[in-house]
């Protein structure tokens, strides 16, 4: 049986090759960061916290910390790449010297880190843009998510897979043997879905909209017929099932995030990137995802992402509320 096509060949075949040595970097990264995934608790103690804090006010752990200086280091290497942006450093990290530079790499190093310790799905996300050679690269990283070149997700789970769309679809790749080999081209969101998902613990915490809203999720009456509650708790397991399967994942305003949890740069736009690109939709409950103009790195939006029409059917309701 032939082998499949490599993810260098697709994105080589289909845009071109400098974002093919970009993507298949991202990828070496996120095979070590598998690799140090796979044996967790073993002898190189990778779970637990780090005893350091992020920008985000968030306990790091172990892997965070290692996911971060892998994919830094791949970043590095690579002089096609300016800077890059990480949930997990504080301030954008600028290479210098590189006149010739043109894509600006923007992650979530390791997503869902609450998972890491009890063997749950957890994943690495990515955004890239570009950045006209010689121009103001800082002014580059606060592009709309419209902009973006390229954004990918690994999931680490079962198996890993590498989702990924720079425009041209999306398609997904199966980790084997330290190669991310095509497992699906051109992957197209359901329709409609039979779930929904939110941490419930957020609802008396939300605009009573949301709470509304999953009542009639629950109870049928928004979409005629009755959904399921799926919540794993990692957006890049939520994310890549809702792809996979329809339905919709919603992280609304709470009390404790009045703008969201979910950070625009490196989980929102990547992935609403990519919902659109495979037939979906991504909103803030009023706009879209991708049209929203940054202001900081590390800025937050409420987020409803999934099929068209229950992302339609809650902006819906929350555009008639008062
Ligand atoms: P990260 O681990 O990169 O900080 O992201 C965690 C995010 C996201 O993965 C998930 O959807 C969300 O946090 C879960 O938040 P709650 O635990 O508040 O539900
Ligand atoms: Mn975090
Ligand atoms: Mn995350
Ligand atoms: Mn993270």
Do not use: C, W
Request: glycine content about 10%; proline content about 6%; hydrophobic content about 40%.
């Amino acid at each position: 049986m032939p082998m499949a096509m490599t993810l260098f060949q697709h994105v080589r075949q289909r845009h071109n090759a400098d974002l093919g040595a970009l993507i298949t970097a991202i990828a070496d990264g996120a095979a070590a960061i598998e690799a140090k995934i796979r044996t967790a608790g073993l002898a190189d103690d990778i779970l637990g916290a780090a005893g350091s804090e992020n920008i985000q006010g968030e306990e790091q752990q172990k892997l965070d910390v290692f996911a971060n200086l892998t994919l830094i280091d791949v970043m590095k290497a690579l002089p096609s790449v300016a800077a890059v942006v990480s949930e997990e450093d504080d301030e954008p990290l600028i290479f210098p010297d590189r006149p010739n530079a043109k894509f600006i790499a923007i992650f979530d190093p390791l997503d869902g880190s609450s998972n890491i310790d009890v063997n749950v799905n957890v994943g690495t996300i990515v955004s890239i843009q570009a950045v006209e050679p010689g121009s103001d690269v800082r002014a580059a990283i606060l592009q709309p998510g419209t902009a973006q070149v390229a954004a990918l997700y690994v999931n680490y789970g079962p198996s890993t897979i590498l989702v990924y769309t720079a425009g041209k679809g999306v398609h997904a790749f199966t980790l084997s043997d330290g190669e991310f080999l095509l497992s699906t081209g051109d992957m197209l969101m359901p329709e409609h879905g039979t779930y929904y998902s939110m941490n419930e613990g957020n609802i008396g915490e939300s605009l009573p909209v949301y709470a509304k809203a999953i009542g009639r999720f629950r109870d049928g009456t928004l979409m005629g017929r009755k959904y399921s509650s799926r919540y794993v708790g990692s957006f890049i397991a939520d994310f890549h099932r809702t792809l996979l399967k329809g339905g919709v994942f919603l992280y609304p305003p709470t009390k404790k995030a009045p703008n969201g949890k979910l950070r625009l740069l490196y989980e929102a736009n990547p992935l609403s990137f990519i919902a659109e690109q495979a037939g979906g939709a991504a909103s803030n409950g009023r706009y879209r995802i991708l049209e929203i103009t940054p202001t900081e790195p590390h800025m937050r939006t409420p987020l409803i992402i999934g099929s068209q029409s229950e992302v339609s059917a809650i902006g819906g309701m929350i555009t008639i509320t008062p």
